[in-house]
């Protein structure tokens, strides 16, 4: 019976180091959840072993007096642990807005692309229909040419036909 808090209490320290490396901001809330339960397991200690009457007196005294204490401290850190919730909640919030915002910037420049991605097929085959020289001639040309080197063409394309336009 005397082993059994010190295991509970080592289990619970381990659990503690390693949540305490993933999550840095909630030590304090683990810590003092630590001692509540720490005091808890005490009180349960005493009242599972069974003892002489005489000595039943002092135990009552003695838990009495931990109720006591546990009950001001939790009444400390409930408003810290609240406190850091809602600054956390806010924290996760002001996050998730952010990333919605970048979502949506992410899917404009998408469709900026995929307009532009447009026009320029479109100027391609309305610049050949302009000048008149074959479709086929021109999509032969940019093939055998480098990625970079079509770009231009496209390039040079949209601009001749908006002077053209003019």
Same mark, same amino acid.
């Given at each position: ?77 409930? =408003? ?53 020289? =074959? ?10 040419? =480098? ?20």
């Amino acid at each position: 019976m005397h082993q059994l808090p010190d295991l509970l209490q080592q289990q619970q320290q381990q659990q503690q180091q390693q949540q305490q490396h993933h999550q840095q901001q909630q030590q304090q809330q683990q810590q003092q959840q630590q001692q509540q339960q720490q005091q808890q397991q005490q009180q349960q200690y005493q009242t599972s072993s069974k003892r002489s009457e005489e000595a039943e007196d002092a135990d009552q005294a003695q838990q009495q007096q931990q109720q006591q204490q546990q009950k001001q401290q939790q009444q400390q850190q409930q =408003p810290q642990q609240q406190k850091q919730q809602q600054q956390q909640q806010q924290r996760q919030q002001h996050r998730q807005q952010q990333q919605q915002k970048q979502q949506q910037r992410q899917q404009q420049q998408q469709q900026q692309q995929q307009q532009q991605q447009q026009q320029q097929q479109q100027h391609v085959y309305w610049y050949n229909s302009w000048t008149g020289s =074959p479709y086929f001639s021109t999509v032969f040309h940019s093939i055998s040419k =480098p990625k970079a080197e079509q770009q231009q063409q496209q390039q040079q394309q949209q601009q001749q036909q908006q002077q053209q336009e003019q």
